[in-house]
């Protein structure tokens, strides 16, 4: 009997010490907490998940090297995701979960402008910060302070796109689709804006799309019929239409994409450093392949932590801190071999730097690859 | 006509489960996502032949319906009369089928190599040499599904449950098995349907929902729970799709198919083909 009983003690501590992950240094441990908010269901999945899986690879990677430092300490990153389906009022109850009953200060997401506009002022009355992937400048414009564009916005990428591809490519008129939703549209609107301005011929820009359309022969046949240079494909979701992803363009067009433009964060081999090959291994363990689309999105996360390096200890819990910071946050991009600054922008757009300087590599995609154009900047 | 004979095998599936079972199958958009998945896995990324992988398609979802009906259906329908109780269920197998799709298959678009490349130049159209390919596998396929129905021991069974189960039931039909057949079969022809259409729309795990949509719209136009009808419907919402949005703005087109639909349903709610009783 007493055999049996050390037996199952040795089982039961054995057990209890598998579950405890890294010994002691981990029992003690601080825990830092970052929310993911965003579409994680339905046909815009990929927007959010993607967003999900960024966090959660980064927050693996950091935590095996011990943890992130910040004030001389080193902090768990652990990832608390809510997927809000892409519905306001679900976005709202996530954010509130998040931000009051997890307690958490910093939200990665939502993915697009009426779920980020519905969550402001949550936001604001808890006092947290969140990195929307919407457009709508009213969210990143004073009085409003608590939202950081995660990435580049289309009327940021359009103008210098079509100035390429008129000067080099020799483009002269331009068709625009939309899927009718209120961020495409919006995205629509201010692409043919930016089209005029550049003295470019608007073939057409009235064609929209509804969301879960499966077969685009009649829609892009109005489209191809007006026979521009450039077809702009305003608010694409990943998984629902095309994609910003090689795999996918390969799988369901191969070489007839050829040509297609995409803007990217850091996704191309030619150019990524070792830093971010290390993430890409990482992220296909994660969520099973790689999607190019997480070289945008990968950046949510390290503009929170080092940010939070900088502002100090206090800016945890504290986001004003966090905000004061923002104006001097300067380093080297650490996902580009070039060496490249990474800091917050936006100030042109937004009167205040609350913008990811995300690089904007546009790449072409040529034969079963994505190739970077050139890379530049929203300043 | 090509997108209305892709549009009547998914409607055919949803009409069948209907007649016999008086079910509205809220999973089928997320069995056709199911389909397309597994014509994608087996001929798109293993490279099996692609009608033994339009088979398997078939064949899978098949399964799965007939573990819906023998696990779930079956049970609910013996022991409710309440129509809200199998709405319910149905609507809670599409949430599974939608929930499990996103995990196992992932959140990416998935395409296959086209099955028929090229592109056919018929009077002043361009016809995608894939695209006939579907509609002459789709037509056969009506074709076989409708001699099935009309000519085979099982065909007539199912037909007379949708006539009048416990007349069928009287004539020596067992309704449990007749059943399951009917909704195996239905839940094959949406496994087939994604199976084709994944050749030329590719198909996403998000993709289930529309479809479902699309496959209630056609039976309504034709009549829900007849066959004829769900054939009328699907032609009707292909012709209108395809011809709107060549003339019109995207988004409008399904705006005024939406209201067709309604003022139509207000003058006649058992749609083209239905009976007025039920």
Not at chain 1, 335 to 348: N, S
Not at chain 2, 53 to 73: M, N
Not at chain 2, 102 to 114: D, H, N, S
Not at chain 2, 170 to 178: E, F, P, T, W
Request: aromatic share 10%; net charge positive.
């Amino acid at each position: 009997m007493k055999v049996l009983r050390a037996v199952v003690l040795v089982m039961i501590a054995g057990a209890v010490a598998l579950t405890v992950p890294n010994g002691s240094v981990n029992a003690e441990q601080k825990v830092l907490k970052i929310g993911v908010l965003g579409v994680m269901s339905g046909p815009a999945a990929s927007w959010g998940l993607v967003n999900r899986y960024c966090a959660e690879t980064s927050a693996q990677l950091i935590n095996e090297q011990g943890g992130w430092p910040i004030g001389g300490e080193k902090y768990r990153i652990e990832v608390a995701s809510i997927d809000d389906r892409n519905d306001p009022k679900v976005s709202v109850a996530g954010a509130e979960r998040l931000a009051y009953h997890d307690k958490i200060k910093y939200i990665i997401g939502p993915n697009v402008d009426t779920t980020a506009a519905a969550i402001v002022p949550v936001m604001e009355k808890a006092k947290a910060i969140n990195i929307p992937y919407a457009f709508s400048k009213s969210l990143y414009t004073p009085p409003r302070s608590n939202s950081i564009l995660g990435m580049i916005a289309s009327y940021q990428a359009g103008p210098v796109i079509y100035k390429y591809l008129k000067t080099q490519k020799g483009v002269r008129s331009v068709s625009f689709i939309a899927r009718n939703e209120s961020d495409p549209l919006n995205q629509r609107t201010e692409g043919v804006a930016a089209a005029k301005a550049l003295g470019l011929t608007v073939a057409s820009s009235e064609d929209t799309y509804e969301p879960g359309t499966s077969d685009f022969t009649p829609v892009m046949s109005r489209v191809v019929r007006q026979n521009a240079d450039l077809i702009v494909l305003s608010g694409v979701a990943p998984a629902d239409e095309t994609a910003q992803d090689a795999k996918i363009l390969n799988e369901v067009a191969s070489k007839a994409a050829n040509g297609f433009i995409s803007v990217g964060g850091a996704s191309t081999p030619e150019i990524r450093s070792e830093y971010m090959d290390r993430f890409v291994q990482r992220y296909t363990k994660v969520a099973g392949e790689w999607n190019d689309e997480a070289g945008t999105k990968v950046y949510a996360l390290e503009m929170i932590l080092r940010t939070l390096s900088l502002a100090g200890p206090k800016a945890i819990a504290d986001v004003d801190a966090f905000k004061k910071a923002i104006p001097l946050f300067q380093v080297q991009n650490p996902f580009l071999k070039e060496a490249k600054m990474l800091k917050f922008v936006g100030a042109a757009y937004f009167s205040q730097p609350r913008q990811i300087g995300v690089p904007m590599v546009v790449n072409v995609f040529e034969d079963g690859k994505f190739r970077t154009l050139f890379i530049g900047s929203v300043e | 006509m090509i997108l209305g004979a892709n549009y009547a095998l998914i409607a055919l599936g949803i009409t069948l489960i209907f007649a016999i079972m008086g079910v509205l199958n809220f999973a089928h958009g997320e069995m056709y996502v199911l389909g397309g998945f597994v014509t994608y896995y087996l001929y798109g990324r293993f490279g099996l032949n692609y009608f033994l992988a339009l088979l398997a398609s078939s064949a899978t979802v098949a399964a799965v319906g007939l573990a819906f009906e023998r696990l779930c259906f079956r049970r609910v329908l013996r022991i409710t009369t309440r129509e809200e109780s199998t709405m319910l269920l149905a609507a809670g197998t599409a949430l599974l089928l939608d929930s499990l799709s996103l995990v196992v298959f992932g959140e990416k678009q998935r395409g296959v190599p086209p099955v028929a490349p090229g592109v056919y130049h018929v009077f002043n159209a361009f016809v995608p040499a894939g695209r006939v390919l579907i509609f002459v596998l789709a037509l056969g396929l009506i074709g076989a599904f409708l001699l099935f129905m009309q000519y085979t021991r099982p065909g007539r069974g199912l037909r007379a449950i949708a006539q009048d189960k416990e007349a069928a039931a009287l004539m020596g039909v067992n309704l449990d098995r007749y059943r399951a057949l009917g909704f195996a079969v239905g839940a094959a022809l949406a496994g087939v349907a994604g199976g084709l259409l994944v050749t030329e729309f590719a198909v996403n795990a998000g993709a289930g929902t529309p479809i479902s949509i699309k496959a209630f719209i056609m039976i309504m136009i034709g009549g829900a729970g007849v066959v004829s009808g769900a054939i009328l419907g699907a032609v009707v919402l292909g012709f209108a799709e395809a011809v709107g949005y060549f003339f019109i703005p995207g988004s409008v087109t399904y705006l005024l198919i939406l209201i067709g639909v309604i003022v139509f349903l207000v003058f006649r709610p058992q749609g083209i083909m239905g009976r007025p009783w039920g």
